[in-house]
T-cell receptor, first 113, second 112 residues
Framework: AQSVTQLDSQVPVFEEAPVELRCNYSSSVSVYLFWYVQYPNQGLQLLLK??????LVKGINGFEAEFNKSQTSFHLRKPSVHISDTAEYFC???????????FGKGTMLLVSP | DVKVTQSSRYLVKRTGEKVFLECVQDMDHENMFWYRQDPGLGLRLIYFSYDVKMKEKGDIPEGYSVSREKKERFSLILESASTNQTSMYLCASTPPLSFEQYFGPGTRLTVT
């Protein structure tokens, strides 16, 4: 069975600093990988996705992620964060058919001035 | 824009009540999903449906059932609500041949 591990439950960071949110997955088959963001009191919104092709994927709001097959990782990065990036971030993997996703437990990004 | 709506943002029910959570999408999506979200546990899949009247169990189906009589509507049913079903419930849908899920705003259910 596939699983997704987000190693950090919370990541505090100062505004304009770079950030990396880590995600590792386990799956014996090819996967599709996603990062979703959830702002307070809202549903989830797709940040970026990796389906195939270039391993460096760019998303909305200046975020990017790199797929590393050998390390089974899909870490999310942003070179300079804003207060408005404060949210919970979920990594997800799809390999079960019917577009089902398995989510990690989430990482809360806390940006302070 | 894709729109996924859920019938209530907040709901308070008593133990033993039958609870219906409704989800409607307006983009003719085939696949629809129900998740529950709990702090520290992320999102866990309860049920999903890939067509009208078709349903599949997810990872935590116990205590829940679903109904999909029309393509645009997917209902989650708690036959007899219990306090351990207090949670945030999120509905999502995907268009054909896509893995991108579109989420509704969620229903925060409290069972007392």
């Amino acid at each position: 069975a596939q699983s997704v591990t987000q190693l950090d439950s919370q990541v505090p960071v100062f505004e304009e600093a770079p950030v990396e949110l880590r995600c590792n997955y386990s799956s014996s088959v090819s996967v599709y990988l996603f990062w979703y963001v959830q702002y307070p009191n809202q549903g989830l919104q797709l940040l970026l996705k990796y389906l195939s092709g270039s391993t460096l994927v760019k998303g909305i709001n200046g975020f990017e992620a790199e797929f590393n097959k050998s390390q089974t990782s899909f870490h999310l990065r942003k070179p300079s964060v804003h207060i408005s990036d404060t949210a919970e971030y979920f990594c997800a993997v799809s390999d079960r058919g019917y577009s089902t996703l398995t989510f990690g437990k989430g990482t809360m990004l806390l940006v302070s001035p | 824009d894709v729109k996924v709506t859920q019938s209530s943002r907040y709901l308070v029910k008593r133990t033993g009540e039958k609870v219906f959570l409704e989800c409607v999408q307006d983009m003719d999506h085939e696949n629809m999903f129900w998740y529950r979200q709990d702090p520290g546990l992320g999102l866990r899949l309860i049920y999903f449906s890939y067509d009208v009247k078709m349903k599949e169990k997810g990872d935590i189906p116990e205590g829940y059932s679903v109904s999909r009589e029309k393509k645009e509507r997917f209902s989650l049913i708690l036959e007899s609500a219990s306090t351990n079903q207090t949670s945030m419930y999120l509905c999502a849908s995907t268009p054909p041949l896509s893995f991108e899920q579109y989420f509704g705003p969620g229903t925060r259910l409290t069972v007392t």
